[in-house]
């Protein structure tokens, strides 16, 4: 999942718009590996967040293009990770904890919901307007392992 090919999430493209055509917002200037540092640090805080002990997946971030942009001097990055606290009781905490700190300082909780899936897992999706970084956070309380999916997403650098 570290290419262009990548599926969208809901917060793509919410944190403010710096770019009316896309709904980008522009990130600034910064080199891949200085971008993909940043995000993972945003990553960090958002382990922090949730507050209960678990285990964070490794997988690092992916860059691909901003839609609309020249791609030879542009770039976004994403950092799909997983999240596994130790119970489904601790996702639930975890989840509460979030939607604390995502709705405080220069984060905005933007949307609260229910997917489709069968389980009906629980959906955030949060702004940092000052960083120009997304979140999607799914809760998958239901499964075998209980856990967070987690996609932090940059602006356009």
């Known amino acids: 999942m570290n290419d262009s090919s990548s599926p969208s999430s809901p ?33 960090s805080e958002i382990y922090q967040y949730a507050g209960v002990p678990g285990k964070a997946s490794e997988p690092g971030p992916g860059v691909r293009e901003c839609e609309g942009k020249d791609p030879e001097r542009f770039f976004r990055v994403f950092h799909p990770w997983n999240f596994q606290p130790g119970s489904a009781d601790d996702t639930d905490v975890a989840m509460e904890n979030l939607k604390k700190k995502l709705s405080t300082g220069a984060w905005a909780l933007k949307r609260e919901y229910r997917d ?3 389980n009906e897992n629980l959906n955030l999706v949060a702004d940092n307007e000052a960083k120009k970084v997304s979140v ?20 356009c650098y």
């Open 116 to 118: 489709n899936s069968k």
């Open 136 to 155: 999607w956070i799914v809760q998958y309380r239901d499964r075998a392992k209980p856990s967070l999916g987690i996609t932090t997403t940059s602006g």
């Open 11 to 43: 917060g793509e493209g919410s944190a403010g718009s710096d770019d009316a055509s896309s709904g980008v917002p522009y990130a600034g200037i910064a080199t891949t590996d200085e971008a993909a540092d940043a995000l993972e640090a945003v990553s």
